[in-house]
C-alpha cells in the first residue's frame, strides 16, 4: 500500500467508544456492585471496542468519581472522559487520571443528558484556557458542539484538537425519514472542521438504524461516542453481539 492509499485508509477508519454511564445507572439503582462498571468496560475492550467513555457528573448518578480512578488503572484502549469543566472537581479527577481524550459538554447542574454544544463565540476565552491547561497535561481535547457553521469556526480558534458533533438532531430528522435532510448540516459542519484542522468526533442518539448513513456522509469521522442505545440493544442482543454490530456499522 503506497503511502497515500495507507494515509487514506487511516482516515477512513472510525473508532467506537462505548459509554458505559448506563451499566452505572442500574448499579446505582440497587446499591452494591452489580453490573460491575469496571468489568463492563473491559468487556467493551474485550469485544471490540476502541475505547471507553465516561461522564461523570457532580451529583454522581450514574458514574462516579471513584469508578473513574479504578477505570484509568486498568484500560488498556483509548480512555474518554466527558464533562463540563466548569467544575473544578471535574478538572482536578481529569487531571489526576490523565485519559486519553477529555471531551467538555456545557451541561447545567442536574442536566438529565446533555442536550445542546458550546457557544464557542461567547465562550472563547474559557475554552481557550481550559484547553490548553489539559493539553500541557498530554491529554486531547474535544468540545461538544452543534452543527453551525460559525460555531465550528470559532471551535478552531480555541486550540482544541477535536470536536463532537451533537447528532440528536440528526437522529430525529432520519427517524422522521428525512435523512438528507438530516444530514445536510453534518456535511457541512465536518467540511469546515476538516478545513480548519480539526479532527471530528460524534455522539449522542446514534443507535444501529441511523449509524451507518452517517459515517457513509463523513467518512473522514474519527470516532463515536455510543451508549444509550447500545445499552438498550445489548438487553435483547447480549452484549458482545452489540458492540460488533456497531462496529460493523463504521466498516
Known sequence: MNRDAESTYLCAMTKLSVNINKFATIRNSRGGNNPNVVQAALDAERFGADGVTVHPRPDERHIRYADVRDLSKVLTKEFNIEGNPKEASFIDLVLETKPAQVTLVPDALGQITSN???DTI????????TIQLFQHAGIRVSIFVDPIIEMIAAAATTGTDRIELYTEAYATEYANGHATI??????????KAKELGMGINA????????LQFFKSQIPYLDEVSIGHALV???LYLGYE???QLYQRQLK
Open 116 to 118: 445542546h454544544g458550546w
Open 122 to 129: 461567547v465562550h472563547q476565552e474559557f475554552l481557550i484556557k
Open 182 to 191: 438530516a444530514i445536510a448540516p453534518y456535511i457541512a459542519a465536518a467540511a
Open 203 to 210: 455522539g449522542h442518539d446514534l443507535d444501529l438504524h441511523n
Open 232 to 234: 438498550c440493544d445489548a
Open 241 to 243: 453481539n452489540t458492540v
